[in-house]
C-alpha cells in the first residue's frame, strides 16, 4: 500500500507577499510539493524548501496552463507518493477560488486535507485603493459576486440593484459593460460612484474611479487588464482621503534584489514598507567551506587582529566556532568589519567591533588598518575564495603576516521563475557576483532593459564591463541603496 501524506489548500491573499499568514507561512516551510498559479505572489517561494518540488499551473485567462480537473489529479498523485503538499492560491480558497472542489476530490480519494484562509482581495484590494467595503452612514453591508460569468449567471439583477451596501465584483473586467447596465437598467443610480482597481496591493495596482454611467468609457481608455476587481457603492467617494498606500514613496515600484536568500531579508523589508513590490532573486548561492580555518584554530589567540570583509565571511566564522566549541575569549585581536552591515552581524554575536570601516568598500576598512597596524602584526583574514587579493597584499606591503582563509565560496543561485523578472523596474546588484550571476541565469539583454542600481564602485565596473548603464550609491550600503531610490524618485515627482 502506498504511502499517502497530506494536502494544504493555502489562501496566499490578493498580491502583497506579507499579506499571506503566518499559519500559511509556517505550513509552506514543511511541504515537498507545491502547486501555485499567477494570483499567487512568486515571492511566497521564498519560505520553501530549497529542495521542495514546484510545479506551476498558470490559469491566465483564456490560456490554462493546466485545466482544474488535471489539477486536482496532480494534487491526488502527488499526495500518494507521500509528499506534503501545498495547493497555493490567490486571495481565499474558498471564494472564488475552486479550492471547494478541490477539497472535495481530495475527500472522495480518502486523502487528509486541511484549508489555510487567505485574505480575500474582495476585501483587501479595496482597502489598498484607500476605498472601505463598509462605513458607518454609508454603507453597511457589503456583497461579493463573481464577475467573471456574469452574462450566464442567474443574478437577481432587479435585487442586487436595490441593494444599499458595497457591490463588489471579482474577476469582472470582461463583463463590466454586462454589470453596469444591469445595474442601471434595473434601476440603480447611474451616478453612483464605481471604481476598478487591477492588479490591487501589487506595484502594478492601477485604479480608475467614475460613475455605472461613465466607468466603461474610462476603462477602454485606461489599459486596465485583469485581474481586476469592479466596486459600486458610495464608499467610492473616500477613495482619496483614505489613500494610504499609494502615497507611499516607492509605490508602483518592482524593485528586484539580488542576494543571497539570508541577505535578502533586511533590505527586502526596508523597501516593502516604503511601498515597493520586491522580487527576490536569490543570483548566489552561499557554499559553507569553513572547515578550511582547521589549519588555523590553533593560532586564533596569536592574531593581532580578525579582519571580516563581509556579513557571510562573520556568520561562518562564529559558526564554525560554536560548532567547534571554540571559547571565543580566546580571541585577543582587534575584530574588525568592512562595513556597517559586517559589523552589526558580529554585534549579533555579542562582539563588538574595534575598527569599522566608513564605506563598504576595501579600500575604506584599508584606511582604516592602517591607522593602527605595525610591521610584524599577524593578521587573519576570513572569506570568499573568490574575494579580492587587495586587502591582504597591501597589508603585507606593510610587513604584516596576513592567513587569507577561504571560508565559503559563492556560486551561481536558482532561479524559480524567470517570467516575475518581466514586471521589474529596478536592479539591485550587491557585488560583482550578483551582476557576473545574473546575466548567467537571465541573459545581458534582459538586465540592460532595467534601471541598474549599484551598491558601490568595484560592483559598478562589473556593469560597466557589461556595458549595462548604472548608478551607484553615494553610501555602500543598504540604507545608501535605499536613499539612492528615494532620491530618483523623489526627483520624478518634484
Same mark, same amino acid.
Given at each position: 500500500?502506498?504511502?499517502?501524506s497530506?494536502?494544504?489548500? #493555502?489562501?496566499?491573499?490578493?498580491?502583497?507577499?506579507?499579506?499571506?499568514?503566518?499559519?500559511?507561512?509556517?505550513?509552506?516551510?514543511?511541504?515537498?510539493?507545491?502547486?501555485? +498559479?499567477?494570483?499567487?505572489?512568486?515571492?511566497?517561494?521564498?519560505?520553501?524548501?530549497?529542495?521542495?518540488?514546484?510545479?506551476?499551473?498558470?490559469?491566465?485567462?483564456?490560456?490554462?496552463?493546466? %485545466?482544474q480537473?488535471?489539477? %486536482?489529479?496532480?494534487?491526488?498523485?502527488?499526495?500518494?507518493?507521500?509528499?506534503?503538499?501545498?495547493?497555493?492560491?490567490?486571495? +481565499?480558497?474558498?471564494?472564488?477560488? &475552486?479550492? !471547494?472542489?478541490?477539497?472535495?476530490?481530495?475527500?472522495?480519494?480518502?486523502?487528509?486535507?486541511?484549508?489555510?484562509?487567505?485574505i480575500?482581495?474582495?476585501?483587501?484590494v479595496?482597502?489598498?485603493?484607500?476605498?472601505?467595503?463598509?462605513? &458607518?452612514?454609508?454603507?453597511?453591508?457589503?456583497?461579493?459576486?463573481?464577475?467573471?460569468?456574469?452574462?450566464?449567471?442567474?443574478?437577481n439583477?432587479?435585487? *442586487?440593484?436595490?441593494?444599499?451596501?458595497?457591490?463588489?465584483?471579482?474577476?469582472?473586467?470582461?463583463?463590466?459593460? /454586462? #454589470?453596469?447596465? $444591469?445595474?442601471?437598467? %434595473?434601476?440603480?443610480?447611474?451616478?453612483?460612484?464605481?471604481?476598478?482597481?487591477?492588479?490591487?496591493?501589487?506595484?502594478?495596482?492601477?485604479?480608475?474611479?467614475?460613475?455605472?454611467?461613465?466607468?466603461?468609457?474610462?476603462?477602454?481608455?485606461s489599459?486596465?487588464?485583469?485581474?481586476?476587481?469592479?466596486?459600486?457603492?458610495?464608499?467610492?467617494?473616500?477613495?482619496?482621503?483614505?489613500?494610504?498606500?499609494?502615497?507611499?514613496?516607492?509605490? !508602483?515600484?518592482?524593485?528586484?534584489?539580488?542576494?543571497?536568500?539570508?541577505?535578502?531579508?533586511?533590505?527586502?523589508?526596508?523597501?516593502?514598507?516604503?511601498?515597493?513590490q *520586491?522580487?527576490?532573486?536569490n543570483?548566489?548561492?552561499?557554499?559553507?567551506? $569553513?572547515?578550511?580555518?582547521?589549519d588555523?584554530?590553533?593560532?586564533? $589567540?596569536?592574531?593581532?587582529?580578525? *579582519?571580516?570583509?563581509?556579513?557571510?565571511?562573520?556568520?561562518?566564522?562564529?559558526?564554525?566556532?560554536?560548532?567547534?566549541?571554540?571559547?571565543?575569549?580566546?580571541?585577543r585581536?582587534?575584530?574588525?568589519?568592512?562595513?556597517?552591515?559586517?559589523?552589526?552581524?558580529? &554585534?549579533?554575536?555579542?562582539?563588538?567591533?574595534?575598527?569599522?570601516?566608513?564605506?563598504?568598500?576595501?579600500?575604506?576598512?584599508?584606511?582604516e588598518?592602517?591607522?593602527? /597596524?605595525?610591521? !610584524?602584526?599577524?593578521?587573519?583574514?576570513?572569506?570568499?575564495?573568490?574575494?579580492?587579493?587587495?586587502?591582504?597584499?597591501?597589508?603585507?606591503?606593510?610587513?604584516?603576516s596576513?592567513?587569507?582563509?577561504?571560508?565559503?565560496e559563492?556560486?551561481?543561485?536558482?532561479?524559480?521563475?524567470?517570467?516575475?523578472?518581466?514586471n521589474?523596474?529596478?536592479?539591485?546588484?550587491?557585488?560583482?557576483?550578483?551582476?557576473?550571476?545574473?546575466? $548567467?541565469?537571465?541573459?545581458?539583454?534582459?538586465?540592460?532593459?532595467?534601471?541598474?542600481?549599484? #551598491?558601490?564602485?568595484?560592483?559598478?565596473?562589473?556593469?560597466?564591463?557589461?556595458?549595462?548603464?548604472?548608478? *551607484?550609491?553615494?553610501?555602500?550600503s543598504?540604507?545608501?541603496?535605499?536613499?539612492?531610490?528615494?532620491?530618483?524618485?523623489?526627483?520624478?515627482?518634484?
Open positions: 500500500m502506498k504511502v499517502m497530506k494536502v494544504y489548500l #493555502i489562501g496566499a491573499g490578493p498580491g502583497d507577499e506579507e499579506l499571506l499568514t503566518l499559519k500559511g507561512k509556517r505550513i509552506l516551510g514543511k511541504c515537498n510539493a507545491v502547486l501555485y +498559479d499567477r494570483l499567487a505572489n512568486d515571492s511566497l517561494l521564498k519560505y520553501l524548501d530549497e529542495k521542495c518540488k514546484i510545479y506551476y499551473c498558470g490559469k491566465e485567462p483564456g490560456c490554462h496552463y493546466k %485545466n480537473q488535471e489539477i %486536482n489529479d496532480m494534487l491526488v498523485t502527488l499526495a500518494r507518493e507521500g509528499n506534503t503538499v501545498c495547493r497555493i492560491k490567490g486571495g +481565499d480558497p474558498y471564494i472564488f477560488g &475552486r479550492g !471547494g472542489e478541490e477539497a472535495l476530490r481530495l475527500e472522495n480519494e480518502k486523502i487528509e486535507f486541511e484549508v489555510i484562509p487567505g480575500t482581495s474582495a476585501i483587501a479595496l482597502n489598498y485603493a484607500g476605498i472601505p467595503v463598509t462605513h &458607518r452612514g454609508i454603507s453597511q453591508s457589503f456583497h461579493v459576486f463573481t464577475g467573471q460569468s456574469a452574462e450566464k449567471l442567474d443574478i439583477w432587479e435585487s *442586487v440593484a436595490k441593494l444599499t451596501g458595497t457591490l463588489i465584483f471579482l474577476m469582472g473586467l470582461k463583463n463590466i459593460e /454586462v #454589470i453596469t447596465n $444591469s445595474l442601471i437598467d %434595473n434601476n440603480k443610480d447611474s451616478e453612483c460612484p464605481c471604481a476598478v482597481i487591477m492588479s490591487g496591493t501589487t506595484s502594478n495596482q492601477k485604479k480608475i474611479v467614475g460613475t455605472l454611467s461613465n466607468i466603461c468609457s474610462k476603462v477602454a481608455v489599459g486596465l487588464k485583469s485581474p481586476c476587481i469592479i466596486v459600486v457603492g458610495w464608499v467610492v467617494t473616500l477613495n482619496d482621503k483614505l489613500n494610504w498606500y499609494e502615497k507611499k514613496p516607492l509605490f !508602483g515600484k518592482n524593485i528586484c534584489i539580488t542576494r543571497s536568500k539570508e541577505q535578502n531579508v533586511e533590505i527586502s523589508e526596508k523597501l516593502l514598507d516604503l511601498g515597493a *520586491v522580487t527576490a532573486i543570483s548566489i548561492k552561499v557554499v559553507d567551506t $569553513s572547515k578550511n580555518l582547521m588555523y584554530i590553533e593560532k586564533f $589567540s596569536c592574531y593581532n587582529y580578525v *579582519v571580516f570583509t563581509s556579513v557571510n565571511g562573520a556568520n561562518l566564522f562564529f559558526k564554525y566556532l560554536k560548532e567547534n566549541e571554540y571559547d571565543i575569549r580566546n580571541i585581536g582587534k575584530v574588525c568589519a568592512i562595513g556597517p552591515a559586517t559589523a552589526e552581524a558580529i &554585534r549579533g554575536k555579542g562582539i563588538m567591533p574595534q575598527i569599522i570601516a566608513k564605506q563598504f568598500v576595501t579600500e575604506s576598512l584599508l584606511i588598518l592602517k591607522n593602527q /597596524v605595525k610591521p !610584524g602584526d599577524k593578521i587573519l583574514i576570513p572569506g570568499s575564495s573568490s574575494g579580492r587579493e587587495y586587502l591582504g597584499e597591501e597589508l603585507r606591503k606593510l610587513q604584516c596576513v592567513d587569507e582563509v577561504p571560508i565559503y559563492i556560486g551561481e543561485g536558482t532561479l524559480q521563475n524567470e517570467g516575475t523578472f518581466d521589474v523596474d529596478i536592479v539591485i546588484f550587491t557585488s560583482p557576483s550578483t551582476v557576473k550571476n545574473m546575466i $548567467s541565469m537571465l541573459g545581458i539583454n534582459r538586465i540592460k532593459e532595467k534601471k541598474c542600481i549599484a #551598491i558601490g564602485p568595484i560592483t559598478g565596473e562589473e556593469l560597466n564591463k557589461n556595458d549595462i548603464n548604472y548608478s *551607484v550609491c553615494d553610501e555602500y543598504s540604507d545608501g541603496i535605499i536613499k539612492n531610490l528615494l532620491q530618483c524618485e523623489g526627483e520624478k515627482h518634484d
